[in-house]
């Protein structure tokens, strides 16, 4: 995957259409209306956005959409939705609103058919599959859904080559253990899981500083997501961007 350029994706948490930000999923705060904090990532250089929906009730399930039309009007960078998507219905509406590629997390480990129909239907290149990860007591990895709680007996280096398998065009990596700590990404599984699978593996959970970003993509990811530090400008995408070419990470500028 070396050739290919190294993405940097801001990711916005949205909780009933607003912008918000915690640590391991708790202690929100708010950061902003999604149409402009999109609209500032796209003139900042970012390569994607990703939206996570997170409090997708069925109640909620128009907000996103409502938004995600908004920002695809102002917003001309590919755009990644994800949060309670639960069947093919769901990912055509997003589509049809001007989202780019849907992502699938809970709802592909209760129903992993659901990968291979939507990649069928709508291609693999929209079907992003998140894995949000944890170490266990033997040291392996298991796959975790409920935001973190509940851990699905699923090993996750298997379950990616599984996902990979059923037609995903890339996977969306969270490790529950760094998510929000800032102290660097889990590089021992991101390495594990894109050394394996031939489709891009984007980091996240974790990013504090520019050099977390370069670990990423020296431990084989193709992308790499954050949020706080680019909410609250603590790093600048541009200046990642020079950091990273300056280390011979190839990246679009």
Request: net charge negative; glycine share 10%; charged share 25%.
């Amino acid at each position: 995957m070396s050739s290919f350029a190294k993405r940097i994706i801001p990711c916005l948490d949205v909780d009933n259409g607003r912008v918000v930000k915690g640590i391991n999923f708790v202690g929100l705060r708010d950061a902003g209306d999604p149409v402009e904090v999109a609209k500032r990532y796209n003139n900042e250089g970012a390569d994607e956005i990703t939206f996570l929906d997170i409090t997708a009730s069925h109640e909620n399930r128009g907000t996103i959409v409502d938004i995600v039309k908004e920002v695809a009007k102002e917003v001309f960078i590919p755009l990644t939705v994800g949060g309670g998507i639960r069947k093919l219905e769901d990912i055509y509406k997003l589509l049809n609103v001007g989202c780019d590629k849907v992502s699938i997390n809970s709802s592909a480990v209760t129903n992993p058919d659901l990968i291979n129909e939507s990649a069928k239907r709508f291609g693999s290149q929209c079907i992003v599959t998140a894995i949000d990860v944890k170490k266990v007591q033997d040291g392996s990895y298991h796959v975790f859904v409920k935001g973190g709680r509940e851990d699905t007996g699923l090993d996750a280096v298997q379950w990616a080559k599984e996902v990979y398998n059923r037609g995903a065009g890339e996977i969306l990596l969270t490790s529950m253990d760094t998510d929000g700590a800032k102290t660097g990404f889990e590089l021992n599984i991101t390495e594990q899981i894109s050394s394996m699978i031939d489709i891009p593996v984007i980091a996240s959970g974790g990013a504090g500083t520019m050099e977390h970003m370069k670990e990423a993509f020296d431990h084989g990811a193709s992308a790499a997501l954050a949020a706080s530090i680019f909410h609250f400008k603590e790093i600048d995408i541009m200046d990642l961007k020079r950091y990273l070419r300056a280390n011979n990470i190839p990246v679009r500028i």
